[in-house]
């Protein structure tokens, strides 16, 4: 079978994203001082160790000023940069995760769930919806990666999959913008079985010729990027975003080898022909509306 040795675990990335909200585990004791700090903050660049407000921060898209670093940024907050006004339309939006396993580990999936609904008010790691990016109407798919880590489980894979069906019935161009540590372990193969859903609702799709487009944000990892994040028409990255499949360490140990400089970041992937383009996030909104004008008219001087 095609993909034998898919890591069914969360691979932590060996760069850590700064969470803008650490969710309360439950313990009911892990209030610090820090929670109490007041407003406007300064958060330090970890790239070019800058002190950034912020404010400035939001308004720049999450992108440092001074160096261009991408900060981790929320799903529903790269839908605002992206889609116009008053034209995003949720899909699925109520769909909750259930623990199919009744997984017991150091805590229950279940608590969890509720944990990381309450600490990121999203119900699951994608958004998914109809809007409009410039002229083109699109199926929008957005991971966040404070929900678990971006985990893909059963209600990632199906809101995705009814997402690339809706584009596939209605004539649209599917986006997925991913950002994942891979299948969701508290799923067990549940969550491996929507590598295939979703490959699958792709192939349909491109079977109407019509146009994916796969962006991958730092970082995505595992069975995502074993998935629908590889399978784009398209595949764009932001910059230096860390992207590939089984993690470094575990490729060092099994190769025995010294891993190249640059290993597994969009700029190493572009260099290998993995990735067409990587693309500032700044500039995402404008490229992906010169790609759509590009496919939309192919598909009329095809047909
Ligand atoms: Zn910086």
Not at 11 to 22: A, D
Request: hydrophobic share 40%; net charge positive; glycine share 10%.
């Amino acid at each position: 079978m095609g993909v034998p040795q898919v890591e069914p675990a969360l691979t932590p990335p060996s760069v850590k994203p700064i969470l803008p909200k650490k969710p309360n585990m439950g313990s009911g004791k892990s209030r610090t001082k820090k929670r109490d700090i007041p407003e406007g903050l300064w958060i330090k660049c970890p790239s070019c160790e800058a002190m950034i407000f912020d404010k400035e921060l939001d308004e720049n898209l999450k992108v440092c000023s001074k160096c261009s670093h991408h900060f981790p940024i929320g799903a529903r907050e790269r839908i605002h940069s992206l889609v116009e006004t008053c034209t995003f339309q949720e899909l699925d939006a109520d769909m909750e995760s259930v623990d199919v396993l009744g997984f017991k580990g150091a805590s229950t999936y279940k608590s969890k769930l509720d944990a990381y609904r309450k600490g990121t008010t999203l119900k699951d790691a994608v958004v998914t919806g109809l809007g409009k990016i410039g002229p083109h109407r699109v199926a929008l798919g957005v991971m966040d990666f404070t929900f678990l880590g971006g985990s893909m489980g059963s209600v990632v894979g199906e809101k995705l999959t009814r997402l690339i069906e809706r584009g596939t019935s209605n004539n649209l161009p599917v986006i997925i913008i991913s950002t994942s540590g891979g299948a969701r372990m508290y799923e067990g193969m549940f969550s491996l079985m929507q590598m295939a859903k979703t490959s699958a609702a792709l192939a349909y799709h491109a079977q109407q010729r019509l146009a994916y487009l796969s962006i991958l944000t730092h970082p995505t990892m595992a069975g995502v990027m074993a998935s629908y994040a590889t399978l784009g028409d398209l595949i764009l990255a932001e910059p230096k975003a860390m992207i590939g499949f089984a993690g470094a360490r575990v490729i060092k140990d099994t190769t025995q080898a010294e891993l190249p400089p640059g290993f597994q970041t969009s700029e190493f992937l572009l260099d290998h022909g993995l990735i067409d383009a990587i693309v500032p996030r700044k500039e995402m909104k404008d490229q992906i509306v010169k790609y759509l004008d590009y496919f939309s008219a192919g598909k009329k001087a095809g047909a």
